[in-house]
């Protein structure tokens, strides 16, 4: 989202649809200074930035992505 200019995600969401024909799958954040420290330390983003916002959004795609492509359960769901 961009709230400094009045953009939300549910308005970007429908632009990006009506321009492409295809929902967004994920908004992540912006956080430069997380990819700027991972770019000089040459780590990655990941290794070096784990809690960062960004981080932390990219893994939670990822997440999702591969249960919903692979079929799997969550693992808040084994056991259950």
Not at 19 to 35: C, E, H, I, N, Y
Not at 49 to 76: C, V
Request: no cysteine; net charge positive; aromatic share 4%.
């Amino acid at each position: 989202a961009r709230p400094t200019i009045g953009w939300s995600d549910a308005g970007i969401a429908e632009t990006v649809e009506r321009l492409t024909g295809r929902k967004p799958q994920a908004f992540l954040p912006l956080d430069q200074s997380a990819v700027d420290a991972a770019l000089v330390s040459g780590r990655l983003l990941g290794e070096s930035q784990a809690d960062s916002r960004l981080a932390k959004a990219l893994n939670r795609f990822a997440g999702e992505w591969a249960t919903q492509q692979l079929n799997l359960r969550p693992l808040s769901a084994v056991g259950t």
